[in-house]
């Protein structure tokens, strides 16, 4: 039984920092070769990758956000967190957590940027 859980503010401000918390449960982020990424939807559009850390703690980030995304972790929690910051409303999407290697996702929690 293995679940992931999105939980974010669901409204921000324009230039504020977006914190986003996926919590898992059933499997631990430090297991061999599992990856841990943080995905976005927006509306009638496809899925656009942000960030990834892997079982070792390293991470990877798209080069369309640069500097403005930040991927964590809090093993003993069991806890990734994503903050992106300097928010406008071309960031209002669906953040999704997922793992890449089994494929698990969780139902992505709704964030809307005000203007």
């Known amino acids: 039984q293995v679940q992931l859980v999105e939980s974010g503010p669901g409204l921000v401000k324009l230039s504020d920092t977006l914190p986003l918390i996926c919590t898992v449960s059933g499997l631990s982020l430090t297991l061999n070769d599992y990856c841990w990424s943080w995905v976005r939807q927006f509306p009638g559009k496809g899925l656009e990758w942000m960030a990834s850390i892997d079982y070792r703690g390293s991470t990877y980030y798209s080069l369309s956000l640069g500097r403005r995304t930040t991927i964590s972790r809090d093993t003993s929690k069991n806890l990734v967190t994503l903050k992106l910051s300097s928010v406008t409303p071309e960031d209002t999407a669906v953040y999704y957590c997922?793992?890449?290697?089994?494929?698990?996702w969780g139902r992505g929690t709704q964030v809307t940027v005000s203007s």
């Open positions: 997922a793992e890449s290697a089994r494929d698990f």
